[in-house]
């Protein structure tokens, strides 16, 4: 995850870096592919998904 500017010091962010820019519905859509066939070296890219929905529940 990047690091972003709080007041005088950097912090991670809570926003994933390996996923691109995703409309919800778009990384809905990605995330229901993703566990469609389970893969376990996909368990990134399911986490990764699931923390960014879950960013835009909050």
């Known amino acids: 995850m990047p690091n972003i500017q709080v007041d005088d010091h950097l912090a ?3 926003l994933p870096a390996e ?3 995703l409309s919800d519905d ?3 859509a990605c995330l229901a592919r ?3 066939t389970p893969d376990s070296a996909r368990l ?3 986490a990764a998904l699931i923390g960014r929905l ?3 529940i909050e």
């Open 26 to 28: 778009e990384c809905l």
């Open 44 to 46: 990134d890219e399911v």
């Open 19 to 21: 996923i691109p820019e």
């Open 34 to 36: 993703a566990v469609e």
């Open 54 to 56: 879950a960013i835009a």
């Open 12 to 14: 991670p962010s809570i």
